[in-house]
């Protein structure tokens, strides 16, 4: 059983950074996608970024291209996602999970099924 613990967030001002951490207490290294996920209130589970373990390759959804960035410390069992350029409307708890899977699976939100249990992150205008 796969634990995920996340940590890094907090409040920050329109424009501002973070640095949100998820570190596994297993090893993690051989087929694993890692994905950071975020959830504001009344709204769905949105993926943001997945990387997978076999070959360090990372994916951006869209909606954060450009200012999420998603990376990977293998020794540490550590995924990281950097916010930058932070906006009001990325208020959301956030959330890191993981599955032993292919990589298409990487993209599917339904397919992880190790959780956190979120860390929250506050963007004020």
């Known amino acids: 059983q796969v634990q995920l613990m996340e940590s890094g967030g907090g409040s920050v001002q329109n424009g501002g950074s973070l640095k949100l951490s998820c570190t596994a207490s297993?090893?993690?290294?051989?087929?694993?996608?890692m994905g950071w996920f975020r959830q504001a209130p009344g709204k769905e589970r949105e993926r943001l970024a997945h990387?997978?373990?076999?070959?360090?390759?990372?994916h951006h959804a869209d909606s954060v291209r450009g200012r999420f960035t998603i990376s990977l410390d293998a020794a540490k069992n550590t995924v990281y996602l950097h916010l930058n350029r932070l906006k009001p409307g990325d208020t959301a708890l956030y959330y890191c999970?993981?599955?032993?899977?292919?990589?298409?699976?990487?993209?599917?939100?339904?397919?992880?099924?190790?959780w956190g249990q979120g860390t929250q992150v506050t963007v004020s205008s």
């Open positions: 999970a993981a599955v032993q899977a292919r990589f298409a699976d990487c993209y599917s939100r339904a397919a992880y099924n190790y």
């Open positions: 990387i997978y373990t076999e070959t360090n390759v990372p």
């Open positions: 297993e090893y993690t290294f051989n087929s694993w996608c």
